[in-house]
């Protein structure tokens, strides 16, 4: 006997040939359906609930885990901290197949949901050494992670003037974190390279920000939780390939010591870079440890970052905005995007908006000379400065950072750990292919 049951008629696939979706639709109306289902059943302060898995119980799944996610941890109230037990329809558990594949969903879901929570806490309780730390609290039992947090020190000898003047403007200290994952019976092959950007605060620094939705920028950091989320799933469901997270942690806030506009700093690489906006970071702290990735010599080389607001006035919540140097690597990832739901599109790259970086006084500047127009193509042309791998891609996630509830239906309202599931499956096609 059940106390509630939710019926859902899921929508058919769609029978126009020219669909523009760019999706497996029939995945997503079940992760849309079961989404729906668990957020009403939930909301009845049921304890458990029992998830029919359709025809594809992966997706399922990760319906049924997003939308279960909700972030309570810091309410006093024990009633609104209480979880809810998901468990797959009784008649299916018999089946290994069917068994198998939700738990594959509901890895990918927890996943994002890890990445969710990360970005979810606020500034004050995930500063650059407590991210580190939640990080390894979570992952150091995983007998196939490497965790290696490096302090300012480590950061100076490695020349990192702009990753170290983005954060000399805060209290608190920088942090930069490394993450392996060993799969492959090769350790000398690294085939992914991950570089997500990580401030856990962007008040924007001398360029302060409008205080309208500034406490948002807690979400900064969205690339380092997304990268930490992918190699969360990877390594849990023990994918054959060797993978790395690079994550550069640290505030950018005003002081007396703060990067000021007009400053010239000195990247990693040698190149010199003149910080006509401290508001433009996020690429500061990526070109350091772009090339510090390259240390590695990933196969594929992706960095992940809520770099831009022109990329959320680009294509809002619809898509992670993705500027690549190979072809047959964006084919690979839209493909993935496809399977995944959770979508990218692609940018242009071209030889214009590197000419429009080009500064007067030092090799290049931090934003474009047209200023915010093309915003989203000139951060992506500076990142290229620092990037020589030939399968190099950069996704700006700032779109799809957070969410109001209603696009994809299954995520609540806030942060939303996008795109991990995207990068998780491009993970298991490289290890399968």
Same mark, same amino acid.
């Given at each position: ?11 058919? &696939?769609?029978? /126009? ?5 760019n ?5 997503e ?14 909301s009845?302060?049921?304890?458990? %609930?029992?998830?029919?898995? !359709? ?36 008649? #299916? ?29 606020? @500034? ?26 490096y ?7 490695k ?8 954060? =000399? ?10 993450v392996?994952?060993?799969?492959? =019976? ?5 085939? *992914? ?32 939780a997304?990268?930490?989320?992918? &190699? ?26 703060? *990067? ?12 010199? %870079?003149?910080?006509?906006?401290t ?13 510090? #990735?390259?240390?590695? /010599? ?6 992940? @970052?809520?770099?831009t ?7 809002? #919540?619809? #898509? ?14 839209e ?5 995944? +739901?959770?979508? &990218?599109?692609q ?12 500064s ?5 500047r ?7 127009? +093309?915003?989203? !193509? ?18 700006? %996630?700032a ?5 109001? +509830?209603?696009?994809?239906?299954? &995520? ?22």
């Amino acid at each position: 006997n059940y106390p509630a049951v939710y019926v859902a008629n899921i929508k058919g &696939l769609s029978q /126009n040939c020219e669909s523009l979706e760019n999706i497996d639709e029939e995945r997503e109306n079940i992760r849309t359906a079961i989404g729906g289902g668990v957020k009403h059943l939930k909301s009845l302060q049921l304890s458990t %609930i029992e998830v029919d898995p !359709c025809s594809n119980a992966e997706a399922a799944a990760e319906g049924a885990y997003l939308a279960s996610y909700d972030f309570h941890d810091l309410k006093s109230d024990v009633k609104e901290k209480s979880t809810v037990e998901l468990v797959l329809t009784h008649f #299916a558990n018999d089946c290994p197949k069917i068994l198998g594949d939700w738990n594959i969903g509901s890895v990918l879901a927890e996943s994002q949901n890890f990445a969710r929570r990360l970005m979810d806490s606020p @500034a004050n309780l995930m500063t650059p050494t407590l991210f580190a730390s939640n990080v390894d609290k979570t992952m150091s039992g995983f007998n196939n992670i490497t965790i290696t947090p490096y302090d300012k020190d480590w950061a100076k000898e490695k020349e990192m003037r702009a990753f170290l003047g983005v954060s =000399q403007g805060s209290f608190e200290p920088p942090m930069f974190l490394v993450v392996k994952y060993h799969g492959a =019976q090769s350790t000398d092959k690294t085939s *992914l390279a991950l570089v997500g950007k990580g401030v856990t605060f962007d008040s924007g620094g001398i360029s302060i920000k409008p205080a309208a939705n500034m406490d948002k920028m807690k979400g900064d950091m969205g690339g380092a939780a997304v990268t930490i989320g992918t &190699l969360y799933a990877i390594s849990k469901l023990n994918l054959p390939l060797n993978a790395i997270g690079i994550i550069p942690l640290c505030e950018n806030m005003p002081s007396g010591s703060a *990067l000021k506009p007009g400053d010239v700093i000195t990247a990693m690489n040698g190149k010199t %870079i003149e910080v006509d906006n401290t508001d433009a970071e996020g690429r500061l702290i990526l070109a350091d440890a772009l090339t510090f #990735a390259h240390e590695f /010599n990933p196969d594929t080389l992706i960095d992940i @970052a809520t770099l831009t607001g022109a990329m959320a006035v680009a294509i809002g #919540a619809g #898509a992670a905005g993705v500027f690549t140097n190979s072809k047959k690597l964006w084919q690979e990832l839209e493909e993935c995007s496809r399977k995944s +739901g959770d979508r &990218l599109w692609q940018m242009p790259l071209y030889n214009l908006y590197s000419k429009q970086i080009i500064s007067k006084v030092a090799d290049i500047r931090n934003i474009g000379k047209s200023g915010g127009i +093309g915003g989203a !193509c000139t951060a992506a042309a500076f990142l290229k400065e620092f990037v020589s791998n030939t399968r190099w891609a950069h996704l700006d %996630i700032a779109g799809v950072m957070s969410s109001e +509830g209603d696009y994809p239906v299954y &995520l609540r309202n806030g942060m939303t750990g996008r795109p991990t599931r995207t990068l998780v499956e491009f993970a298991k096609f490289l290890s399968s292919s």
